[in-house]
């Protein structure tokens, strides 16, 4: 009954206070704030207090579809949310219209991040530019971007003052290059803080850039001799100075179309190669060095004339003639040399004119035999002068010989004492030589230990391909005394001579005013002259008989 009573009282009020009905009746939408990802769907209630509600439903430009429905409420399916915006919920009451608005925030997280470094190679004390960019971000005022290099914040930006309706954020800084910045990780950090509207942080970091810082302000030079002889390996070398860093220099090196393979090097802040270059055709050519470092290429030329001029060509009519045989020496150039040399042969006092060949005619002696004939080329180039030279040895065949200078005929041994037979039998070619003792082969290469049994006359034959020749020797062994008293008489033999050779002088070079001394004194003088000449007589008689 009470509560029957109750909707009476309130209806007589609305029929007798139609304005007391706008007070008494609210409108009201769920959620109170709206934060949807880009794309997502979002359900929203519109309800009122109104006990009979007319007309009512939400505006808005989105894709709605009513899902449900009650005496006083409504709720709709809204999809595809793509951008903000504002839904209005409404509801009519005994003709009186009221609304609440609703805002949809759409959010999208900073999923993508770029870094762009330009360029990526920059010379020191040069700009360079750092762009950090997210092509798809909202809202744009809760982002923040941040550029680190390595784990240092480098610049900050937010974006609080740019709401606008773009989802693309980026910024851009310009950095000058410093020596310090080389390989250098450079990054952007991207931070969506939705925590102010009832979401959460969000953040991603871009790939990581690396920044290459280098100096290359000298152009190379190169080191190579002017003159280069066709087939002749020759060491040149290019080099670039203050550069960085030098390490990582690349060098490429050619002779005409030739490319050469450099071995490389550094130290500090210079940085060279050395190639070994063989030129293979004559003329004037250029040697280039192209030297490069990241995107930076500098290239350097030097000119260089090739030359060809092989050694003169010595010819001998026969390299092993036989003694007493006329043969020609000719001392030629090579047809490949450049220009006609000068030619010197060795031997001949006059020399050829230019182009033309040197020649000898000589008559083989056995002093010839090991003679060592040359032949000289000049040549001047570009006012260089040049000189080549071939040398042959002539060898002369002939007999075998026992000279006594080699192999004397009479040798003397001391008993007791190590001693061989001193026989070398010349000839060409070499001779073999043996010695016979008795009929029986004596050793040569083994030295003998003198006895008096080695006494005798032995039979030596030298042999080679052109005949042989023989000699006999008398070998005599002596007693250790004896050989000590022939010793002893030598010595004393030899001092007598100087006694008679000072004497002679003496009386040859004294005073005109001996002739003034007495006669007596003469006659001294020249017995005891007398006397010495029968003592040296004496003593060369005495040898002779020792022998």
Same mark, same amino acid.
């Given at each position: 009954?009470?509560?029957?009573?109750?909707?009476?009282?309130?209806?007589?009020?609305?029929?007798?206070?139609?304005?007391?009905?706008?007070?008494?009746?609210?409108?009201?939408?769920?959620?109170?704030?709206?934060?949807?990802?880009?794309?997502?769907?979002?359900?929203?209630?519109?309800?009122?207090?109104?006990?009979?509600?007319?007309?009512?439903?939400?505006?808005?430009?989105?894709?709605?579809?009513?899902?449900?429905?009650?005496?006083?409420?409504?709720?709709?399916?809204?999809?595809?949310?793509?951008?903000?915006?504002?839904?209005?919920?409404?509801?009519?009451?005994?003709?009186?219209?009221?609304?609440?608005?609703?805002?949809?925030?759409?959010?999208?997280?900073?999923?993508?991040?770029?870094?762009?470094?330009? !360029?990526?190679?920059?010379? &020191?004390?040069?700009?360079? =530019? @750092?762009? *950090?960019? $997210?092509? /798809? +971000?909202? #809202?744009?005022?809760?982002?923040?971007?941040?550029?680190?290099?390595?784990?240092?914040?480098?610049?900050?930006?937010?974006?609080?003052?740019?709401?606008?309706?773009?989802?693309?954020?980026?910024?851009?800084?310009?950095?000058?290059?410093?020596?310090?910045?080389?390989?250098?990780?450079?990054?952007?950090?991207?931070?969506?803080?939705?925590?102010?509207?009832?979401?959460?942080?969000?953040?991603?970091?871009?790939?990581?850039?690396?920044?290459?810082?280098?100096?290359?302000?000298?152009?190379?030079?190169?080191?190579? !001799?002017?003159?280069?002889? &066709?087939?002749?390996?020759? =060491? @040149?070398? *290019?080099? $670039?100075? /203050? +550069?960085? #860093?030098?390490?990582?220099?690349?060098?490429?090196?050619?002779?005409?179309?030739?490319?050469?393979?450099?071995?490389?090097?550094?130290?500090?802040?210079?940085?060279?190669?050395?190639?070994?270059?063989?030129?293979?055709?004559?003329?004037?050519?250029?040697?280039?060095?192209?030297?490069?470092?990241?995107?930076?290429?500098?290239?350097?030329?030097?000119?260089?004339?090739?030359?060809?001029?092989?050694?003169?060509?010595?010819?001998?009519?026969?390299?092993?003639?036989?003694?007493?045989?006329?043969?020609?020496?000719?001392?030629?150039?090579?047809?490949?040399?450049?220009?006609?040399?000068?030619?010197?042969?060795?031997?001949?006092?006059?020399?050829?004119?230019?182009?033309?060949?040197?020649?000898?005619?000589?008559?083989?002696?056995?002093?010839?035999?090991?003679?060592?004939?040359?032949?000289?080329?000049?040549?001047?180039?570009?006012?260089?002068?040049?000189?080549?030279?071939?040398?042959?040895?002539?060898?002369?065949?002939?007999?075998?010989?026992?000279?006594?200078?080699?192999?004397?005929?009479?040798?003397?041994?001391?008993?007791?004492?190590?001693?061989?037979?001193?026989?070398?039998?010349?000839?060409?070619?070499?001779?073999?030589?043996?010695?016979?003792?008795?009929?029986?082969?004596?050793?040569?290469?083994?030295?003998?230990?003198?006895?008096?049994?080695?006494?005798?006359?032995?039979?030596?034959?030298?042999?080679?391909?052109?005949?042989?020749?023989?000699?006999?020797?008398?070998?005599?062994?002596?007693?250790?005394?004896?050989?000590?008293?022939?010793?002893?008489?030598?010595?004393?033999?030899?001092?007598?001579?100087?006694?008679?050779?000072?004497?002679?002088?003496?009386?040859?070079?004294?005073?005109?005013?001996?002739?003034?001394?007495?006669?007596?004194?003469?006659?001294?003088?020249?017995?005891?002259?007398?006397?010495?000449?029968?003592?040296?007589?004496?003593?060369?008689?005495?040898?002779?008989?020792?022998?």
């Amino acid at each position: 009954m009470a509560m029957l009573l109750f909707r009476v009282w309130a209806l007589l009020a609305l029929i007798l206070c139609p304005g007391a009905t706008e007070e008494l009746f609210e409108v009201s939408v769920w959620p109170e704030q709206a934060l949807v990802k880009f794309g997502q769907s979002l359900m929203v209630n519109c309800s009122t207090t109104c006990p009979n509600p007319g007309p009512s439903g939400i505006e808005t430009f989105l894709k709605k579809t009513q899902v449900g429905k009650g005496p006083q409420w409504k709720e709709f399916l809204l999809e595809d949310i793509t951008e903000n915006s504002i839904l209005q919920c409404f509801f009519s009451c005994a003709g009186i219209q009221k609304d609440t608005n609703l805002d949809i925030t759409m959010y999208q997280p900073p999923e993508q991040v770029t870094l762009e470094l330009q !360029p990526a190679w920059v010379a &020191v004390d040069e700009v360079f =530019t @750092v762009k *950090c960019c $997210v092509p /798809r +971000v909202a #809202p744009l005022e809760n982002l923040t971007l941040t550029l680190l290099q390595g784990n240092q914040e480098l610049y900050r930006k937010n974006f609080m003052s740019l709401a606008v309706a773009t989802q693309r954020a980026e910024v851009t800084i310009r950095v000058k290059a410093q020596r310090e910045d080389d390989r250098c990780n450079f990054s952007c950090r991207a931070e969506l803080d939705l925590s102010s509207r009832g979401g959460e942080l969000f953040h991603s970091t871009s790939a990581m850039k690396v920044l290459r810082s280098f100096e290359f302000s000298q152009r190379p030079q190169i080191q190579v !001799p002017p003159l280069l002889e &066709v087939g002749m390996a020759e =060491t @040149v070398s *290019c080099e $670039v100075a /203050r +550069v960085f #860093p030098a390490k990582e220099v690349m060098f490429h090196m050619f002779l005409g179309d030739q490319e050469l393979s450099p071995f490389l090097s550094w130290e500090e802040d210079t940085a060279w190669a050395n190639a070994t270059v063989r030129a293979m055709e004559t003329g004037d050519q250029e040697l280039s060095c192209l030297v490069s470092l990241g995107p930076m290429e500098q290239k350097t030329r030097e000119p260089v004339h090739v030359y060809s001029f092989p050694p003169p060509i010595l010819e001998i009519e026969e390299l092993y003639p036989l003694v007493g045989t006329d043969i020609n020496v000719t001392c030629t150039g090579h047809v490949l040399t450049s220009s006609s040399p000068t030619l010197w042969l060795q031997g001949v006092p006059d020399l050829p004119a230019p182009g033309e060949p040197a020649w000898l005619l000589l008559t083989t002696r056995e002093e010839d035999d090991g003679r060592n004939f040359s032949c000289e080329a000049s040549l001047e180039v570009q006012g260089q002068q040049f000189i080549k030279t071939t040398t042959i040895q002539l060898h002369v065949l002939y007999k075998p010989r026992l000279e006594e200078s080699g192999c004397p005929g009479n040798q003397t041994w001391v008993e007791g004492t190590e001693q061989m037979l001193a026989c070398i039998a010349k000839g060409n070619p070499t001779p073999s030589l043996a010695c016979t003792w008795n009929g029986v082969i004596f050793d040569l290469e083994v030295p003998q230990k003198a006895t008096q049994n080695h006494t005798g006359i032995y039979c030596c034959t030298a042999t080679n391909q052109l005949g042989s020749v023989s000699k006999d020797i008398t070998l005599i062994v002596q007693g250790l005394d004896e050989g000590n008293s022939s010793t002893i008489f030598i010595i004393i033999i030899v001092a007598l001579g100087m006694g008679v050779i000072t004497i002679a002088l003496y009386l040859n070079y004294r005073p005109c005013k001996i002739e003034r001394r007495k006669l007596p004194y003469r006659q001294k003088e020249k017995d005891k002259e007398e006397e010495n000449q029968f003592a040296v007589g004496q003593a060369e008689k005495w040898n002779t008989h020792s022998c």
